[in-house]
T-cell receptor
Framework: GQQLNQSPQSMFIQEGEDVSMNCTSS?????WLWYKQDPGEGPVLLIALYKAGELTSNGRLTAQFGITRKDSFLNISASIPSDVGIYFC???????????FGSGTKLNVKP | GAGVSQSPSNKVTEKGKDVELRCDPI?????LYWYRQSLGQGLEFLIY????????KSGLPSDRFSAERTGGSVSTLTIQRTQQEDSAVYLCASSLELGRVGNTIYFGEGSWLTVV
């Protein structure tokens, strides 16, 4: 099946630092989604991207839909302790008519 | 409803018993998904319903797992003869029908299952 390669698997950063994570695939996707999952809760949608090259911000978060349609990145600026959690990317391909998920990036922020 | 609703939120059951987990999707969403997530792990696809089409059951790990969706809305995931390795959080999600531009998948809070 299709694979979304998400990296890094985990990050340990200092409060105030910027963070970057990405997802790549060998296949083209029509939609890229980014989620955050806090401990004990379900994933919550952060940003949705629908067009190649699209750059979208949500507060301190910025995500881009790669121009090749095979990748996406999520940046978090000036991290704070409440950014701790697991971040998942998801891609939707019309060809396979299915959502695929990355394996997650676990973010730890040290105050 | 306003969001995807799952029940129970927590369930502790004895090994060998059957459990039923319920999901109520967002109103108007025709696609419904079940995923399983073990502690600290990623999302494991279980089953997907789209309208009146036959469900995609390709992710169900064994014949002890089954799911149904009645009336195109509420879904029930049933695990028969539970085993300890079934302990995980079971996440339900819903979306508009696949193939629509601008689609997004929304998750419930999950049902946390512990088999003792």
């Amino acid at each position: 099946g299709q694979q979304l390669n998400q990296s890094p698997q985990s990050m340990f950063i200092q409060e105030g630092e910027d963070v970057s994570m990405n997802c790549t695939s060998s296949s083209i996707f029509n939609t890229w989604l980014w989620y955050k999952q806090d401990p004990g809760e379900g994933p919550v949608l952060l940003i949705a991207l629908y067009k190649a090259g699209e750059l979208t911000s949500n507060g301190r978060l910025t995500a881009q839909f790669g121009i090749t349609r095979k990748d996406s990145f999520l940046n978090i600026s000036a991290s704070i302790p409440s950014d701790v959690g697991i971040y998942f990317c998801a891609g939707l391909t019309f060809f396979f008519n299915k959502f695929y998920f990355g394996s997650g990036t676990k973010l730890n922020v040290k105050p | 409803g306003a969001g995807v609703s799952q029940s129970p939120s927590n369930k502790v059951t004895e090994k060998g018993k059957d459990v039923e987990l319920r999901c109520d999707p967002i109103s108007g969403h025709t696609a419904l998904y079940w995923y399983r997530q073990s502690l600290g792990q990623g999302l494991e696809f279980l089953i997907y319903f789209q309208g009146n089409s036959a469900p995609d059951k390709s992710g169900l790990p064994s014949d002890r797992f089954s799911a149904e969706r009645t009336g195109g809305s509420v879904s029930t995931l049933t695990i028969q003869r539970t085993q300890q390795e079934d302990s995980a959080v079971y996440l339900c999600a819903s979306s508009l029908e696949l193939g629509r531009v601008g689609n997004t998948i929304y998750f419930g809070e999950g049902s946390w299952l512990t088999v003792v």
